[in-house]
């Protein structure tokens, strides 16, 4: 009779269960069934249930992943090489982890064993006692990595043991968030191994705790996950040399026309150098937020008529417009801070003395003002009106509404609430909304500047005034999305987006 052997993995679970399969208590479970073929190598194991876990280091880091650990409902033993050290027992004993030698450590029943050690100390641990393994690294380097041949620690830590299962993970959580991070698991945790069953066990680990993870696959990938914590946001460096570019740009421009075309006009260079540090300021961030606004919406129109242009979803845009569509999260946020800066700084100015124009009618009146101790003269003297009128009320409104949304759009990206929206929720947001946004935005400004708008220019009738040019990109914006509402051009849009192509361009992607 032909004798069956069913085969499970060796690597220990650190599983959920309080007991086995087939309601059998927690312990190794081993299974002897008859095959009709010849299998090759020894019977294998499964511990199903095990929440024991030991973390080599009994540092900062070690002690916070084990307090995590331990108010998750893990069994944790901390090995460290000094278990008598009152400092490291004071340490140990807040987090209610056990201590230990590390040897002693290593001993338990573990399912996992962190390497909470830097890479210098690897040579000092027992490594004999960590074949068979399920290895979790979670070391840091100090500074980036001089090249992609150089091998990250997690390699480095498994070439040291070559029997062990090694996993790389946790090193983007910094003990602070392990300490004081909530159980949302809105935090990700990349995890690399060439071992899918250990790497299973570091995803229950990381669940266990409250966090997400996330595959990023073999252990070479560890070199680009120890990359992560030692990068200062990256995706951020365009974005923000962008809006500082802008900054910089209308800046130049205000300062022209109010410090250096009135000095010029009047002769006396005394006027308006007061106003740099606020009033200017107020000026340069509210049109600066405007374009940028209006900057988040542009490159989806430009991808939208090359699409159409192109007949084809599949032909990848050139690089600038990939860069631009990517970064426009970043400039949604950046401008939403401008935004609110803006209406902090115009609610301490707004009076009738500052925008006399957003104002009813002031009464003027003639008084004797005396000049000096003998010296009187009489001025006419106005009486400012402190009730706004209707472009006054419009304008303040229009402000209010555009800010309320802007801080829809900013708080609908934040990945946590992302994550509950569905795609068609989240499109309305950013997409519909958005467009209300900056089209009220605009009309802010107009109310602001409608005595001007259109008769007026700056600086000897050569620069246009900041309530002008402000408008340049939503009008830009909004002439190339009024040809894109046409039912006959957004129905052969959303086509396209959908998969068909041209017949013309199919030809030519398949030449590709």
Wanted: glycine share 8%; aromatic share 12%.
């Amino acid at each position: 009779m032909m004798q069956f052997v069913l085969l499970i993995s060796n690597i220990k679970a650190c599983g959920h269960q309080t007991r086995g399969i087939f309601g059998f208590p927690n312990g190794w479970f081993k299974i002897h069934m008859s095959s009709p073929r010849e299998i090759q190598g020894e019977n294998k194991i499964i511990y199903y249930g095990n929440r024991v876990v030991t973390i080599l280091g009994s540092g900062d880091y070690g002690c916070a992943l084990a307090g995590r650990l331990v108010r998750s409902g893990y069994t944790v033993y901390i090995g460290s090489r000094d278990p008598n050290k009152q400092r490291v027992k004071q340490l140990v004993q807040k987090t209610g982890a056990i201590l230990t030698g590390q040897e002693t450590a290593l001993a338990q029943d573990a399912c996992a064993v962190v390497i909470a050690v830097g890479r210098d100390h690897y040579d000092y641990l027992p490594l004999q006692n960590l074949h068979d393994r399920v290895l979790i690294d979670v070391s840091n380097n100090t500074k980036k990595r001089k090249g992609p041949h150089v091998r990250s620690n997690a390699e480095y830590l498994q070439g040291l043991v070559p029997a062990a299962h090694v996993v790389k993970g946790f090193n983007v959580l910094s003990a602070y968030a392990l300490e004081n991070g909530g159980m949302q698991g809105s935090k990700e945790v990349y995890l690399a191994g060439d071992d899918t069953s250990a790497k299973s066990i570091a995803h229950d680990l990381v669940r266990g705790i409250g966090f997400t993870p996330v595959d990023w696959g073999s252990l070479r990938a560890a070199r680009d996950i120890e990359d992560v914590p030692l990068k200062l946001m990256p995706s951020w460096k365009r974005p923000v040399a962008v809006v500082f570019g802008l900054f910089t740009f209308h800046w130049i421009l205000a300062f022209i026309q109010f410090q250096i075309c009135y000095n010029l006009a009047w002769g006396n260079w005394e006027w308006g150098w007061k106003h740099l540090g606020m009033q200017n300021f107020n000026r340069v961030i509210a049109i600066n937020a405007l374009w940028t606004l209006s900057f988040c919406y542009l490159p989806g129109l430009f991808a939208a008529y090359l699409q159409l242009w192109r007949g084809t979803k599949y032909s990848q845009f050139p690089n600038w417009l990939d860069q631009w569509l990517k970064m426009r999260k970043q400039l949604g946020l950046l401008m939403l801070g401008m935004a609110a800066m803006h209406a902090c700084i115009s609610v301490a100015m707004l009076a009738p003395e500052t925008t006399e124009w957003v104002y009813e009618e002031p009464q003027k009146i003639q008084a004797v003002v005396q000049v000096n101790a003998n010296t009187t003269e009489t001025k006419l003297i106005k009486l400012y009106n402190a009730e706004l009128n209707w472009r006054g009320e419009l304008f303040l409104t229009t402000g209010a509404v555009a800010l309320c949304l802007t801080v829809v759009l900013g708080i609908s990206s934040l990945p946590s609430v992302t994550a509950t929206l569905s795609w068609r929720e989240f499109t309305f947001i950013q997409s519909k909304l958005g467009w209300v946004a900056m089209i009220t935005a605009a009309l802010h400004d107009i109310f602001l500047a409608w005595k001007w708008m259109f008769i007026y220019w700056g600086c000897f009738n050569t620069l246009p005034i900041g309530p002008q040019y402000a408008l340049y990109p939503t009008f830009i914006c909004i002439v190339l999305k009024l040809p894109l509402l046409l039912p006959p051009v957004d129905k052969y849009l959303q086509q396209i987006r959908r998969g068909y192509e041209r017949p013309a361009a199919f030809k030519k992607t398949d030449i590709a």
